[in-house]
């Protein structure tokens, strides 16, 4: 019987796919859904697709999302940035409890007063000295 392998394990291994990258996008090297090849680039896609998901948007599991688009016809105040920030905070703890937030950066645009810009850095709790980071920025409401 084979032996299952722990995720570090795989991130070795270069033959692996782990998941699929987001945003999904055609690659001429990788064909048309390039995969993830270590489990915290995976996390990155996984972050991603949860705070643009809206709560109830996914099918048997009505709280899974972020709401972060909610945020999307809001004016622009200290209010929203402290609201994005518990929204965040609060989905990565229910979804995906084993990744820590290392740095959250929620803010206002200096150059586009109507845009969010979120920072992200995160790593994952079996391997909690190597970070990644994404970034999405919103347009809000005027």
Known sequence: MARARGALELDLDPDVI???SLPMKHDDVKGFFPGTST???QTGSNIRNLLLTNR?????????????????FEPMSDQLITSVEERIS???VEWLPHV???KLNVEQDESEPNQLNIELEFSLSMNPEVHDAI???FLTGT
């Open 18 to 20: 782990i998941g699929l």
């Open 39 to 41: 489990t915290l680039s």
């Open 56 to 72: 109830g948007e996914r099918v048997g599991q009505p709280t899974f999302g972020g709401d972060l688009l909610l945020t999307l």
């Open 90 to 92: 609060e989905a990565m």
């Open 100 to 102: 820590t937030v290392n």
């Open 135 to 137: 970034s999405l920025s």
